[in-house]
Every structure is written in C-alpha cells, then in structure tokens.
C-alpha cells in the first residue's frame, strides 16, 4: 500500500491512505469523467455526507385491540395505574 497525496480543499492539503487497486481505480474513474482526483474524493465525500443514514429501527405500528382485553375501568390517561395493574397482574395483590 502506498501513500497518495492529493488536495481536498483548495486551502487544505492532506494525506490519506488508500490501496493501490482503488487509488487505481480513483484515477481511471476520473480520467473517464474529465476531472481530477482530487475532484472525484470531494465529489464523492459530498455525496456521501448529505445521504441521511439509514434508520435502524423498524417502523412504528399501533397495535389495537376491541372487547373483552380491554379493561374499562383502567384510566388510559394514569399511566401509574396501568404499571400498579401490570404488577397485580404479574405478582398479584401480595403487599408486603
């Protein structure tokens, strides 16, 4: 692996470290396309840092349920209540 040099930024130079297939590849890529190396890394971080990066948490979905799993005494809204049932339910009234 060698070390290539090229320009980022007009006022920045700076190193980077790339194996000699894709720094092969980076100069045949932007011969085809007119423009230099450096031109194609700016192009490419450009590309690359305005993409919004894939969400990995799967997509919310509401599930609802109708009749007799619904307690109608329990208030919604208290969500204290909802955690005192769930350890009723669970463990049962056994307050020691």
């Known amino acids: 692996m ?3 040099t090229c ?10 470290s790339l194996p000699d297939p894709l720094f092969e590849n980076a100069k045949r890529l932007a011969a085809e396309r007119g423009i230099t190396v450096s031109a194609l890394v700016q192009d490419a971080l450009r590309q690359l840092s305005s993409q919004r990066p894939a969400s990995s948490a799967p997509a919310f979905r509401l599930h609802t349920v109708r009749g007799r799993l619904v307690n109608r005494n329990l208030d919604l809204d208290r969500t ?3 955690v005192v049932a769930e350890d009723e339910a669970a463990f049962g009234n056994d307050r020691r």
């Open 2 to 4: 060698q070390v290539h």
């Open 7 to 16: 320009a980022i930024i007009a006022s920045l130079r700076t190193t980077i």
């Open 80 to 82: 204290s209540a909802l």
